[in-house]
């Protein structure tokens, strides 16, 4: 009997043994960034204590770190207040997707737990104040038709926005683009300042302005505070009627990092007006720039790195020119969705081949996909078209056009036309899940079906005012 016994304290002290050094492993693991490798072992732990306060919380931190958010939210709840940190970090999660209300309520149960000194202590009101902000501007959402969207090399964004003459000139430079108007006498473009203010040199990046008088340009002259009020200006361009500029900013009260602003001169007053954020989806805490409207095809541009973390890519956003409208009433999580653009992630292209999504999305009623951008097609065999010019004029390659802005055009209709189709789907599909859905799902397709039935109502008149501009176009040559 005593053999027995000193049998089962020798286990339980070898299993004791184990189960330390399992512990001890996972926090050398934890403590060296090996976070793969110590969330394994946190894991393993937790199958033995699964309600562990700092196996919970250090599993959530492995998990975070990994990128497995969702993972790491449920086990930061799990483990309570214990460790204070964990707000924090849920701050981060939530503030990262979006969710501000919860990312501020996060923060702010964060900071009682230290002091004004503390290193955390300035960031997390930072984050607070811009989550306040982009809950603001989540409240007025607006509508866009995506006709196109493309990543490409940041060096090489100027590929994805194909201009006509009509709307000017853009070229790159160190600082951004160089915007030059269609009649060529005036450029916009950014330069360096060095402001010296007490012992402190603050550099900065400024928007000038230059006209051309015969065959030289003018000195630059400075834009006003109205435009240069953030450290960093950049990206400008001017439509066609000369006084409506967009350009980025980093300026205080944006969503984060750069931001599209628009201001407009006012002749009487000689003088640029304050600036506006034009908002949501154009911006987002990310850098967002470069936004150009080509008034003659009637699409506007705009690039974001708002998915390209990490990487030296921009997507860049092809949209319809038309009234803005607001989005109210969706439930929040659409928004977000709709702010984000995050249904287009599986339609990001290169020039060549289709970027493979980590994940299906389905498309919001109020974005609806096209295929991939639009660029020159080749001329050869596979370009078989049926467009009717006129009574005595029919077009059935694409090498038939004269005038290049119209085929360029007519390629863009095609591109819409497939994308109605498919906006024509999805409300076939929707309208086949109402009739099978339960009364909660009912309740949510009952704000979609209408949205998609008026969208595609708007496309159909978009297309045919599309191809009106084609002939127009067409018939000048």
């Known amino acids: 009997m005593r053999h027995i016994s000193t049998i089962i304290i ?6 004791t043994l184990v189960y330390g050094q399992s512990a001890k492993q996972a926090d050398d693991l934890f403590n060296n960034r090996q976070y793969t490798e110590a969330r394994a072992v ?13 196996y919970l919380y250090r599993a959530a931190r492995c998990a975070q770190e990994v990128g497995d958010l969702a993972t790491a939210e449920t086990l930061f709840i799990k483990a309570g207040t214990k460790y204070p940190l964990r707000n924090y970090f849920l701050g981060e999660i939530y503030y990262s997707q979006w969710r501000m209300a919860e ?6 149960a964060f900071l009682p737990s230290i002091d004004e000194n503390h290193e955390r202590w300035q960031p997390v009101q930072q984050r607070i104040a811009s989550a306040q902000i982009i809950a603001r501007y989540l409240k007025h959402v607006s509508r866009v038709e995506v006709t196109g969207v493309q990543r490409v090399p940041k060096a090489e964004m100027l590929t994805a926005y194909p201009l006509s003459e009509e709307a000017g000139e853009l070229s790159m430079d160190s600082l951004g683009n160089i915007f030059t108007t269609q009649r060529g006498d005036r450029r916009y473009y950014a330069v360096r300042s060095a402001e010296q203010q ?5 550099e900065r990046t400024l928007l000038v302005s230059q006209q051309r ?9 400075t834009l006003r505070a109205t435009v240069n009020s953030g450290t960093t200006n950049v990206y400008p361009f001017v439509l066609t009627d000369g006084a409506t500029l967009y350009f980025a900013s980093d300026r205080e009260g944006g969503l984060g990092g750069l931001d599209i602003y628009m201001t407009r001169y006012n002749a009487a007053l000689g003088e640029w007006l304050p600036a506006e954020n034009i908002g949501m989806p154009y911006n987002s805490p990310a850098d967002d720039y470069l936004f150009v409207a080509d008034e003659h095809l009637g699409y506007a541009y705009f690039a974001t790195d708002r998915h390209c973390a990490g990487s030296d890519s921009v997507e860049v956003y092809r949209i319809s ?27 990001l292209a290169t020039a060549e081949q289709p970027i493979e999504a980590t994940q299906q999305v389905d498309i919001p009623a109020t974005v609806t996909p096209t295929a991939r951008p639009a660029q020159r097609i080749k001329t050869e065999s596979t370009d078989s078209i049926y467009f ?13 056009f ?20 498919q906006a024509q789907q999805m409300l076939d599909s929707l309208r086949h899940q109402y009739y099978e859905a339960d009364s909660n799902t009912r309740a949510s397709l009952e704000a979609r079906i209408p949205a998609l039935s008026d969208e595609i109502l708007n496309r159909k008149r978009l297309l045919r005012e599309t191809l009106s501009r084609v002939r127009s176009l067409e018939t000048q040559q």
């Open 321 to 347: 020119l038309g009234e803005r409208t607001f989005l109210r009433g969706l439930p929040e999580n659409e928004l977000v969705a709709l702010a984000r653009l995050d249904s287009l992630i599986p339609l």
């Open 42 to 54: 946190y894991e393993s732990l937790l199958r033995k204590q699964p309600t562990n306060p700092l």
């Open 198 to 202: 007490d012992s402190t040199t603050t």
């Open 388 to 400: 009717v010019l006129s009574d005595d004029a029919l077009y059935t390659h694409l090498s038939d």
């Open 10 to 15: 020798l286990a339980f002290l070898s299993c």
């Open 402 to 421: 004269h005038n290049d802005s119209a085929r360029v055009l007519y390629e863009q209709y095609i591109r819409l036309e497939q994308a109605q189709q």
């Open 213 to 221: 008088l015969l065959e030289h340009w003018e000195t630059p002259d």
């Open 103 to 108: 990312a501020i309520a996060a923060y702010e």
